[in-house]
């Protein structure tokens, strides 16, 4: 287990406190800082190649990469650990939202969409998996490939806004869920797609003008579902859409209806 803080509301940022034996791994581009005595080490592989032969290492490095790239992460993790006595390394997301620690005991796979990871302790394994029905994949918005998560230890993921836990057993056993909202799940649920209506003047209605897409993430069973208060993808679009906009203080009367005029 590893100690730690989350701190900020909005915009939050996770601080671990290392002692001499622990170590953490993140997605680059997420680290914030850390404390001068903690070691920093890109690693392409995992430790679990090392004292293999150097082909095994070399085939061993190539599929983590791999593995990496096809989940929607950088082709390597960064890997902290203190030196001379306990250290701190902090992490923030990329877009505003929150952060949750997730403690594994062994029990349980944890599975977690594109881009979802912060951190990790080194104990956790990570992994990918595909879906297991082929519709999940092509048209659930998130593509085939999910991030596993397993072992002991504790895993830190983050959100787009804020986020919210449900089970489906406490709903009938199954609920739909935006498919660009849904953040992680564990191993005993089961996940695929629904249409979102049939062909008649209703379905097409609701997929035309709804503004939800064609499809939801359909997810059942008991078991913990994480999903997230905002669409990172309609998130894009929103500010990219407001983004040729003049700010206030440029803004007089005119200047604002003109802007809105193009």
């Not at 100690?3 to 680059?28: C, F, R, W």
């Not at 082909?55 to 990469?65: C, E, M, R, W, Y």
């Not at 991030?147 to 406490?170: H, Q, V, W, Y």
Request: charged share 20%.
């Amino acid at each position: 287990m590893i100690k730690h803080s989350i701190v900020g509301n909005a915009m939050q940022m996770l601080i671990t406190e290392l002692s001499p034996s622990d170590e953490v791994y993140g997605e680059s581009g997420k680290f914030l800082w850390k404390t001068s005595n903690v070691d920093m080490d890109t690693r392409f592989g995992s430790q679990k190649h090392e004292g293999k032969s150097f082909l095994d290492k070399a085939i061993g490095t190539a599929i983590d990469v791999g593995k990496r790239s096809l989940a929607g992460e950088g082709v390597a993790f960064v890997h902290f650990s203190p030196r001379n006595g306990d250290g701190k390394v902090s992490f923030a997301q990329m877009i505003p939202g929150e952060i949750i620690a997730m403690e594994l005991d062994g029990s349980k796979e944890m599975f977690v969409q594109s881009d979802g990871l912060l951190a990790a302790e080194s104990t956790i394994d990570f992994n990918i998996a595909l879906t297991k029905k082929l519709g999940a994949g092509a048209f659930g918005g998130q593509g085939f490939i999910l991030e596993r998560f397993s072992d002991k230890g504790t895993l830190f993921i983050g959100s787009c806004g804020n986020f919210m836990e449900l089970n489906p057993a406490d709903y009938g056993g199954t609920i739909h869920v935006d498919t660009g909202c849904l953040v992680a799940f564990e191993d005993s649920i089961d996940y695929d797609i629904e249409f979102i209506g049939g062909l008649d003047k209703k379905g097409l209605k609701n997929i035309v003008f709804g503004g939800e897409g064609i499809f939801f993430a359909k997810l059942s069973g008991n078991g913990k579902v994480w999903i997230q208060s905002m669409n990172v993808y309609s998130l894009s679009k929103t500010l990219f859409k407001y983004s040729g906009q003049s700010s206030a203080e440029d803004r007089t009367d005119l200047g604002g209806l003109l802007g809105n005029l193009g």
